[in-house]
């Protein structure tokens, strides 16, 4: 069993940059695959970004290719997720994950789910 707690999230504006933290609790995190999801309103939770568990591999969904990188601190238990020149549809709760396997990026392969933090972006 893994317990994971997001922060960091909030209101800013388009433009705006802001680090989202994962901290992770339980089992041996270094054995987990970690990722970060989002849901907008009405609609499904979309994959984000995800990183192997020695950090060595990532993969982004192509909407934030170039803009939020994911990286993750072993020693400390906590993955990251930095997100650059946010616009309005990056609006959303936005979720860890992590997973059994090495890396993934579907929903169904994640096991432990954190409860979400609130990302808004104001035009």
């Known amino acids: 069993q893994v317990q994971l707690r997001e922060s960091g999230g909030g209101l800013v504006q388009a433009g705006d940059s802001l680090r989202l933290s994962c901290a992770a609790s339980?089992?041996?995190?270094?054995?987990?695959?970690m990722g970060w999801f989002r849901q907008a309103p009405g609609k499904e939770r979309d994959f984000v970004a995800a990183?192997?568990?020695?950090?060595?591999?990532?993969s982004y969904a192509d909407s934030v290719k170039g803009r939020f990188t994911i990286s993750r601190d072993n020693a400390n238990n906590t993955t990251y997720l930095k997100m650059n020149n946010l616009s309005p549809e990056d609006t959303a709760v936005y979720y860890c994950?992590?997973?059994?396997?090495?890396?993934?990026?579907?929903?169904?392969?994640?096991?432990?789910w954190g409860q979400g933090t609130q990302v808004t972006v104001s035009s």
């Open positions: 994950a992590a997973t059994m396997r090495m890396i993934a990026v579907a929903t169904s392969a994640y096991q432990y």
């Open positions: 339980g089992r041996t995190f270094s054995s987990f695959g």
């Open positions: 990183i192997s568990w020695s950090g060595r591999s990532t």
